[in-house]
């Protein structure tokens, strides 16, 4: 309130404020015009009143708390819905089969259910009921509960997804940049190429080597590739962004001859299988190290991501440009990358290879969000878990030979579509 009377009481003294081109860019984000200033680039060189200036900003973050709340509202809906197809993987399920369908009202029996059980245990104030009982009169309860892990896995890895696409095309000014160009993702496959090759199907139920030998080799070959960018780029230079991606795509051929020459020649046609199964992700494992190895990722890559979501806007300026105003460019560039690699390799891990996801949500959420980078950071928080929850839900639906049908497949159906729309009406993806 007080700030509102300053700025009436600046207005009637005819005060003003020149409108910049972040105001421009602003109203361009979906903030609405205040009447009487006028549209377009004829905003330059015009002024505001501090009241309309006010008006401005309120409307900006009305728009945006509404965006926020809308998508959240969606995720809620096909969270509760996701929760009743059991897919491919629903004989592994207790008292379930495979691609059985819970409707919303069994959702929500077991949802109360469990809920019910739990306040009991933690307050003694109700007996809990008994397994039999739950048996006979909450189908599903289990089966729900073993597909909740599945869902949140898969929100996880979208919100990684998504985050890293965003860090890459900031970093490279390059709104086709995806943070598979490092090469880390060769590292998973050829964990997986390996851990088969020597233990055949059993490799399946070796999590623990599994884990480390993808994160392990993944985090080697972005070690060697950084360390080779920066050899290369000549001492007393700056880092050479471009020569490090050549060396990343020249070690990336290199490792995908070698997982290609030794899956397909060397192994057998079992073996074959349970790589392709691994490497897919088309059965998501939600054990307890599966949950400690991708809350570390998390952790990592974006925890440091949240603290610098202001200074990454300095990702946009020349590099000159970004060092005359004190700020450590080639830091910021360098924690982008590093957090990006981790981020899209724990996805590859856990779900599998859905590059377009880091690809299309981050047109999406400058899009309908707006280029500042906070702002991005929370468009693809938003956008992305609901698009490849999507995607999950589809792939658990379509009945497939095997284990199923892999996400990354379901995913290039679905998002290539939207991408052509996107850019078809020349929404405004990258500025």
Same mark, same amino acid.
């Given at each position: 309130?007080?700030?509102?009377?300053?700025?009436?009481?600046?207005?009637?003294?005819?005060?003003?404020?020149?409108?910049?081109?972040?105001?421009?860019?602003?109203?361009?984000?979906?903030?609405?015009?205040?009447?009487?200033?006028?549209?377009?680039?004829?905003?330059?060189?015009?002024?505001?009143?501090?009241?309309?200036?006010?008006?401005?900003?309120?409307?900006?973050?009305?728009?945006?708390? !509404?965006?926020?709340?809308? /998508?959240?509202?969606? =995720?809620? #809906?096909?969270?509760? %819905?996701? +929760?009743?197809?059991?897919? *491919? @993987?629903?004989?592994?399920?207790?008292?379930?089969?495979?691609?059985?369908?819970?409707?919303?009202?069994?959702?929500?029996?077991?949802?109360?259910?469990?809920?019910?059980?739990?306040?009991?245990?933690?307050?003694?104030?109700?007996?809990?009921?008994?397994?039999?009982?739950?048996?006979?009169?909450?189908?599903?309860?289990?089966?729900?509960?073993?597909?909740?892990?599945?869902?949140?896995?898969?929100?996880?890895?979208?919100?990684?997804?998504?985050?890293?696409?965003?860090?890459?095309?900031?970093?490279?000014?390059?709104?086709?940049?995806?943070?598979? !160009?490092?090469?880390?993702? /060769?590292?998973?496959? =050829?964990? #997986?190429?390996?851990? %088969?090759? +020597?233990?055949?199907?059993? *490799? @399946?139920?070796?999590?623990?080597?599994?884990?480390?030998?993808?994160?392990?080799?993944?985090?080697?070959?972005?070690?060697?590739?950084?360390?080779?960018?920066?050899?290369?780029?000549?001492?007393?230079?700056?880092?050479?962004?471009?020569?490090?991606?050549?060396?990343?795509?020249?070690?990336?051929?290199?490792?995908?001859?070698?997982?290609?020459?030794?899956?397909?020649?060397?192994?057998?046609?079992?073996?074959?299988?349970?790589?392709?199964?691994?490497?897919?992700?088309?059965?998501?494992?939600?054990?307890?190290?599966?949950?400690?190895?991708?809350?570390?990722?998390?952790?990592? /890559?974006?925890?440091?991501?949240?603290?610098?979501?202001?200074?990454?806007?300095?990702?946009?300026? *020349?590099?000159?440009?970004?060092?005359?105003?004190?700020?450590?460019?080639?830091?910021?560039?360098?924690?982008?990358?590093?957090?990006?690699?981790?981020?899209?390799?724990?996805?590859?891990?856990?779900?599998?290879?859905?590059?377009?996801?880091?690809?299309?949500?981050?047109?999406?959420?400058?899009?309908?969000?707006?280029?500042?980078?906070?702002?991005?950071?929370?468009?693809?928080?938003?956008?992305?878990?609901?698009?490849?929850?999507?995607?999950?839900?589809?792939?658990?639906?379509?009945?497939?030979?095997?284990?199923?049908?892999?996400?990354?497949?379901?995913?290039?159906?679905?998002?290539?579509?939207?991408?052509?729309?996107?850019?078809?009406?020349?929404?405004?993806?990258?500025?």
């Amino acid at each position: 309130m007080a700030s509102s009377n300053k700025a009436q009481r600046a207005s009637s003294h005819n005060c003003t404020v020149q409108y910049t081109a972040r105001d421009v860019a602003r109203l361009r984000n979906g903030a609405a015009i205040p009447s009487g200033v006028g549209s377009g680039l004829g905003l330059f060189g015009k002024s505001l009143s501090l009241a309309q200036t006010n008006q401005l900003y309120r409307s900006e973050h009305d728009a945006l708390a !509404m965006r926020v709340f809308a /998508s959240v509202l969606i =995720l809620l #809906l096909l969270v509760f %819905v996701s +929760l009743g197809f059991m897919g *491919a @993987a629903g004989d592994t399920y207790t008292y379930s089969y495979r691609y059985q369908v819970y409707n919303p009202i069994e959702v929500a029996g077991a949802l109360y259910e469990y809920a019910y059980n739990s306040l009991a245990q933690l307050t003694h104030l109700w007996s809990v009921h008994t397994n039999d009982w739950i048996l006979e009169n909450v189908p599903g309860y289990w089966a729900i509960q073993q597909r909740a892990g599945v869902v949140g896995i898969t929100l996880l890895c979208a919100v990684l997804l998504s985050i890293s696409g965003m860090l890459y095309q900031n970093t490279f000014k390059n709104p086709i940049a995806g943070p598979g !160009m490092l090469g880390v993702g /060769s590292g998973v496959s =050829l964990g #997986l190429m390996l851990m %088969v090759y +020597l233990f055949g199907a059993n *490799a @399946a139920n070796m999590l623990g080597m599994r884990y480390a030998l993808c994160y392990g080799f993944g985090a080697a070959i972005l070690l060697f590739v950084l360390l080779a960018g920066r050899k290369l780029s000549g001492r007393g230079k700056p880092f050479d962004l471009v020569t490090m991606l050549l060396v990343g795509s020249i070690v990336s051929q290199l490792l995908g001859f070698v997982v290609s020459y030794v899956t397909l020649f060397l192994m057998s046609d079992e073996d074959y299988l349970s790589f392709y199964t691994l490497s897919q992700m088309l059965v998501v494992d939600t054990s307890a190290v599966s949950w400690l190895a991708l809350g570390i990722a998390c952790v990592v /890559s974006l925890v440091p991501v949240f603290f610098l979501r202001y200074k990454f806007n300095a990702l946009a300026l *020349a590099p000159e440009e970004a060092r005359m105003l004190g700020l450590n460019y080639g830091g910021l560039r360098a924690v982008a990358l590093l957090c990006g690699s981790v981020m899209i390799l724990a996805a590859q891990v856990h779900v599998g290879m859905v590059s377009l996801v880091s690809l299309i949500v981050p047109f999406l959420a400058r899009s309908l969000f707006g280029c500042e980078s906070s702002r991005q950071l929370i468009g693809n928080l938003c956008i992305g878990p609901i698009l490849l929850l999507v995607c999950r839900d589809i792939t658990d639906l379509i009945p497939f030979i095997g284990d199923g049908l892999a996400i990354g497949s379901v995913a290039s159906v679905v998002m290539l579509p939207l991408f052509v729309i996107v850019m078809a009406r020349q929404m405004r993806g990258w500025e």
